[in-house]
């Protein structure tokens, strides 16, 4: 009988270690698949993107624009947001917004000088609400030029040497310009340049009193700085605008917060030439931006937090 157990009691030990190891095992496997749960769970909190607090602005390289959407970027960090600034074409613009890519615009020229674009994308646009009134386009000559309406071009071709100084090809101002030459039956060449490369010309032409004919638009700080008059239009080719907030669609509904700053954006002419005056001057955009947002506490406590 004691050699039996004797026999037993070791085989029963090493039963017992490999039952405890086994056990063992499988709360170690338990524990360690407990803990990647759970890692994976804070991992899915963590991961989960909050894009509400970023927005991304589409803009062109006009001197009003860069004055306007650094000013708007500026006024959405105030108010906590990453921005992202997209400067594009005219066409590029309106593209991103109707697609989503950008989430909005405070550049839209509208009804006329952008009427092309907006009778393609407009019913994918969400058209918030102008930001600025008594926006307007059209041909223009230096004062000392004795011409007063674009009737009278062509009468002047040999002196303007046929030729009308634009900007980029894109712009709603150049498709425009296009149907007056038409309109008018005018014997000229549109030239496509640039905002900055027509102001060059411009200045070029000014310091000589040589005859020049631009395209420009209210607002712009040439006006301020030299004496210029617009050509009568008396078909109407070019006319009146708002500049309007664009937003794409479904903005309103994940983004509002950001969407009623948007809504809530409008300001005077005075205020974007004092900003476009700053810029012109030397000082870099973001840094007039800042002195504008500086000196004009009221309306950007407004627009961010919708109190007057």
Partial sequence: MLKTNSKIKPLLVIGMVLILAIAGAGCATDQSEGKQDNTDDNNSGTETTDNT?????????????????????????????????????????????????????????????????????????????????????????????????????????????????GIDPGAGIMSQTDTAIQEYNLDYELMSSSSAGMASALKAAYDKKEPIVVTLWNPHWAFARWDLKYLDDPKGVYGEDQIVNLARQGMSEDKPEAYEILNRFEWSMEDVESVMADIQSGTPAEEAASKWIENNPEKVDYWVNGEQ
Avoid: H, R
């Fill in 53 to 165: 607090k970023e927005v991304s602005i589409a803009y062109v390289q006009w001197d009003d624009a860069i004055a306007t959407t650094n000013v708007v970027k500026q006024v959405y960090e105030k108010a906590g947001y990453d921005v992202k600034m997209n400067s594009v074409a005219a066409g590029a613009m309106y593209q991103a917004i109707a697609s989503g890519d950008v989430d909005f615009s405070a550049c839209g020229w509208l009804p006329n000088t952008q009427a092309n674009y907006w009778e393609e994308y407009g019913d994918q646009i969400d058209k918030v609400g102008p930001n600025l009134e008594g926006a307007s386009t059209g041909l223009v000559v230096p004062t000392y030029m004795d011409i007063d309406s674009i009737e009278e071009l062509n009468e002047n071709k040999e002196k303007l040497d046929g030729k009308i100084t």
